[in-house]
Structures are given as C-alpha cells and as structure tokens.
C-alpha cells in the first residue's frame, strides 16, 4: 500500500495565510453583493483583472512586476467604474449587465491568449489559481491592500450611511482592488467561493452582524484549512478541493442557521 504524502506545512502554512487573507476583505464584501443581488460581480471584476495581466504577459512583462499589478488594477477599475455608472443608469438592469461584461471579458481573455503555447496553462492558472505557490512577497502585499481595502470599508459603510453617492463608488473600487489581488493568488473560482459561500451560509442569520460576520468567516476558513490539508493528504488540486469543501461547510453551517430559533442567535 502506497503512503499517503506528508503534510508540509511549509508549503500550507502560507496557502492557508493567503486564504484567510482572502477572507478578511471578501466575507464583508459577499454580504453586500448578495444585499445588492449583483452576485456574479467578482466573476466579472476578476476575469476584466485577468485580461490586464494577459495583457501584461503578453507585452513581456515580468510576472510580479509592479507593470502587472498596475494594469490588472486599472482593468479591474475600469469595469468597476463601468459598473458603477450602469448600476446609476440601469439599476433594474444590473445583473444581467454583470453577467454580459464577464461573457465579454471572458472572451477577451480568450483571444488574447489563442497565439500563446502557453495559453491554457495561463488561463487555468487564472481560473484555478496557485495558492500552493504563493510567495512571502506577495502575501506582504495583499496584507498591506487587506489593511488598507478593510479601512476604505468603514468609510464606505458610514458614506452608505449617509446616503452619499460616495458609498457606490467607493464599494466598487474597493472590490476591484481586492478581487485584483485576490484573484492573482487564488484563482477565480475560490475568489468567487469566499464571496459567496461564507455570505450565502449565514444569510438567514438572527442575531447581530459581528455574529454573522464571525460565523462567515470560521465557515470560510474551515474550508481552507480542511481543504488544503485534504488536498496535500490525497494528493489532489488544492483550489478545487477547498471549493468543495468551503461548499459543503456552508451547507451544513446553513442548515444549522435556519434551525435556530428567532432572537436565540
């Protein structure tokens, strides 16, 4: 019988640190987008943030360079101040518009990446991400943008607050900044996973909102962590494993959720 591989933890130990990363900024942020009923947002956000470091890779770029970081950023923020302006225009409209720009930027991506040899290593890297991979450089980075994305998070709640026009934009470049991050370390999919499923667990949630939000973010978290830990074990992609997982836990987090009794929470 084959044994199953060691757990290095020196390889899961910053996976797991990027996925909690992840999770700070993208748990408040799921919960607003499931409010606003933009669900498939981050999609978007994360595939026009992709079309910028194609883009840049296939200029020469260097990889982690900060030319690539720029422009997946200013493609991130150009679709999100696209969204912003159609959400003032067509508010009716906007999911449907959300799900048109990712079909677009998806294609987009496509093109830019038919002459390339490598393209569907690119693209799968896009899709399923390389958490296995991160590197200390960039989970400085994404620590320094999580401090700085929670922080604008604050103003944009008291700006919502208020009712100032403030509080749109500013969610909206808030999410392109953190879903451009994001997605350069996790890939789509699990950006897409930690918006949703830790939001959508807890959505009938009774009690307080620190409740909900300490809820959230303990389902995501296990998702990580049992899923990479699952994934080193069996030796299988980590990024589809921890989707499964994170699922799974959501589900039983929802069904926990629904059965507590009104004001018990």
């Known amino acids: 019988m084959t044994a199953a591989p ?6 899961l130990g910053p996976a797991l640190v990027a996925g909690l990363l992840v999770l700070a900024t993208h748990v408040p942020l799921g919960m607003q987008v499931l409010s606003r ?16 470091v194609i883009a840049a890779d ?8 900060l030319a690539v970081q720029v422009a997946a950023a200013s493609a991130a923020l150009a679709g999100a101040l696209l969204l912003t302006w159609t959400e003032r225009r067509w508010p009716q409209l906007q999911e449907a518009l959300i799900g048109v720009l990712f079909v ?18 690119h693209l799968k890297d896009l899709l399923v991400g390389q958490i296995l991979w991160v ?7 994404v620590a320094l943008l999580t401090v700085g994305v929670l922080a604008g998070w604050l103003l944009v709640r008291r700006a919502a607050a208020a009712g100032t026009g403030f509080g749109r934009l500013a969610f909206y470049v808030l999410f392109a900044l953190s879903v451009t991050a994001s997605v350069q370390l996790v890939g789509v999919y699990l950006v897409f996973s930690s918006l949703i499923l830790p939001a959508l667990a807890t959505l009938k949630w009774r009690g307080g909102g620190a409740g909900r939000l300490l809820v959230a973010y303990l389902t995501g978290a296990a998702g990580y962590l049992i899923g990479l830990g699952l994934s080193a074990h069996y030796d299988l992609p980590s990024g589809a494993v921890v989707v499964l997982v994170m699922a799974g836990a959501a589900a039983a987090v929802a069904g926990v959720v629904s059965r507590v009794p009104r004001g018990a929470a």
């Open 104 to 121: 677009l930027a998806s294609c987009t991506a496509l093109l830019l990446l038919a002459g390339n040899p490598h393209g569907g290593e």
């Open 58 to 65: 296939a200029l020469g770029w260097e990889p982690q360079g």
């Open 6 to 11: 060691a757990i290095d933890w020196s390889i």
């Open 135 to 141: 590197s200390p450089a960039q989970i400085r980075a």
């Open 37 to 52: 009923g933009i669900v498939f947002i981050d999609l978007a956000i994360a595939q026009i943030a992709g079309i910028g």
